[in-house]
């Protein structure tokens, strides 16, 4: 028997319905440009899975796919333009945007391309200059 919890989500129309089940690898906000271009914001809320944990259970023929570099394939729907999730191959997982899964108790851990950001937050969490070491970045630390 499965145990795991599984939260619903979706495009903004409702035309893809996905779950996501389990413990995400992390969760945080994304400062890079990339990010803020591609979500219209100044920075962008996280959450990252292992690819199997997220599952398209309707609409899949209607998710359209963007990648500006191979780091990083952008699902979207067709119908709204609602942003769903970026696969990033590189790294092994999939980040589920945190505004598409309303129920998912959200918990930020951290800030990741910092040295980029346009909208500074003093929240306590750790703040990096890239990525950790462990997701190929540089590991190190910036300023609040």
Known sequence: MNNEKTYKGSCFCGA???????KPEAMGYCHCESCRHWSASPVNAFI???PEAVQV????ENIGTYNKTPRSYRKWCKTCGGHLFTEHPDMGLTDVYAAAIPDFPYRPGIHVNYQETVLRIKDGLP?????PKEMGGSGISVEE
């Open 16 to 22: 893809v319905q996905f779950t996501v089940s389990g």
């Open 48 to 50: 990252l899975w292992k």
């Open 57 to 60: 259970i309707s609409g899949e």
């Open 127 to 131: 703040k990096m200059k890239d990525l």
